[in-house]
């Protein structure tokens, strides 16, 4: 086990943050590196125990699982959101790609693949909130279309973020 104390500075041994991830998340971003492997872990056993079931045909045993994995959706959109946009910020600002991205040959840019990432991922949590109602902060951002400017991408960010921040503090108050 390595002897790193996680700060908002250097959430993982090695990783520094950028002045506008310690600004967006500030004490957060320690949170944001606890994620990251939890998030990938959980999505691995539930796309197991998933697969599991369906070669058992247990269809019972499948229908527990959507539900959960269902029930459960927007905690992962929300906690998806952040950690994308956490990693965003730290490779700076600029711009996104192009909304129906078309694919050439042209390497894209990783900090711009990774922007645009969180914002399409913070859209399925605006969409989500949209559709069921479960917005935490209110004012939630129209839904990203094709044609998007950049500054609507940010906004479903920004969203995401609040969010994302409020479910932390109130769940430090418990």
Request: hydrophobic share 35%; with cysteine.
């Amino acid at each position: 086990m390595s002897a790193h104390r996680a700060s908002p500075d250097e959430p993982w041994p090695g990783w520094s943050t950028s002045r506008a991830a310690q600004a967006a998340y500030g004490k957060h971003l320690v949170r944001i590196g606890e994620l990251i492997p939890a998030l990938l872990y959980s999505n691995v056993m539930d796309r197991r125990h998933l697969a599991s079931a369906h070669t058992a045909r247990d269809q019972d045993l499948i229908d527990f699982q959507v539900s959960n994995l269902a029930r459960e959706c927007r905690d992962d959109l929300l906690e998806t959101a952040a950690v994308l946009d956490a990693l965003a910020l730290c490779r700076g600002h600029g711009s996104y790609l192009p909304r129906p991205y078309q694919e050439d040959s042209n390497p894209v840019p990783k900090d711009v693949e990774l922007r645009t990432d969180a914002s399409d991922v913070a859209d399925e949590l605006v969409r989500h909130d949209h559709q069921h109602g479960t917005s935490t902060t209110g004012n939630i951002p129209s839904a990203l279309e094709n044609g998007c400017t950049d500054a609507e991408r940010d906004a479903v960010r920004v969203y995401a973020r609040r969010e994302w921040i409020t479910a932390q503090e109130r769940w430090n108050d418990i």
